[in-house]
């Protein structure tokens, strides 16, 4: 079976566009997670969702939104890119968010801010 | 909110010998995992504890749960070159997981 698999792998901007990544869980899997990891740092949580309603929010400015399809992927959007978003956007999925669950990580989409 | 710290931020070890990341909460968790990543990689899961005082065991990993579920522990025995990556700790709560600052563990023959 596939594991998460994240779109694009890389990608470069420029300060003020915006950013579509994308997201496919696990086959069976119907909460997606995405973090951001900065260089050095542990991942950092940004939205939760589960059968298409946000269930976890952390704390990232508005410019931060995501969604969840009826098939379960999901797309994280940023708007007003800034320097500072450089970083590895990962995407986790689990069964479902009730619980503890072990996160499925992808190989992330790393995104390089100029 | 939430805080995780993890120590030490590195550790350089000679093949064969032990490893210890201690990892510690600013609140009460209800539960802990770990993950491991390796360079250029993504976080692999390791293992969950749930239970105050819980040890967990995989082949040469030693996972432990403090009593006030505040803290926890992770312990290589003999590492291997194959241990090389930077291990987190995670509180989970039911909505998201909040990563420690990253144990980095570099193994030389």
């Known amino acids: 079976d596939a594991g998460v698999t994240q779109s694009p792998t890389h990608l470069i901007k420029t300060r003020g566009q915006h950013v579509t990544l994308r997201c496919s869980p696990i086959s069976g899997h119907k909460s997606v997670s995405w973090y951001q990891q900065v260089l050095g740092q542990g991942p950092q949580f940004i939205f939760q969702y589960y059968e298409k309603e946000e269930r976890g929010r952390g704390n990232f400015p508005d410019r931060f939104s995501a969604r969840q399809f009826p098939n379960y992927s999901s797309e994280l959007n940023v708007n007003a890119l800034l320097l500072g978003d450089s970083a590895l956007y990962l995407c986790?999925?689990?069964?479902?968010?009730?619980?503890?669950?072990?996160?499925?990580f992808g190989d992330g989409t790393r995104l390089s801010i100029l | 909110g939430q805080q995780v710290m993890q120590i030490p931020q590195y550790q350089h070890v000679q093949e064969g010998e032990d490893f210890t990341t201690y990892c510690n909460s600013s609140t009460t968790l209800s539960n802990i995992q770990w993950y491991k990543q390796r360079p250029g990689g993504h976080p692999v899961f390791l293992i969950q504890l749930v239970k105050s005082g819980e040890v967990k065991k995989q082949k040469r990993l030693t996972f432990q749960f403090g009593e006030a579920k505040k803290n926890s522990s992770l312990h290589i025995t003999a590492t291997q070159t194959t241990d090389v990556g930077t291990y987190f700790c995670a509180g989970s709560t039911a909505s998201k997981l909040t990563f420690g600052t990253g144990t980095r563990l570099q193994v030389t023959l």
């Open positions: 986790a999925s689990s069964l479902n968010p009730t619980g503890p669950q072990p996160q499925h």
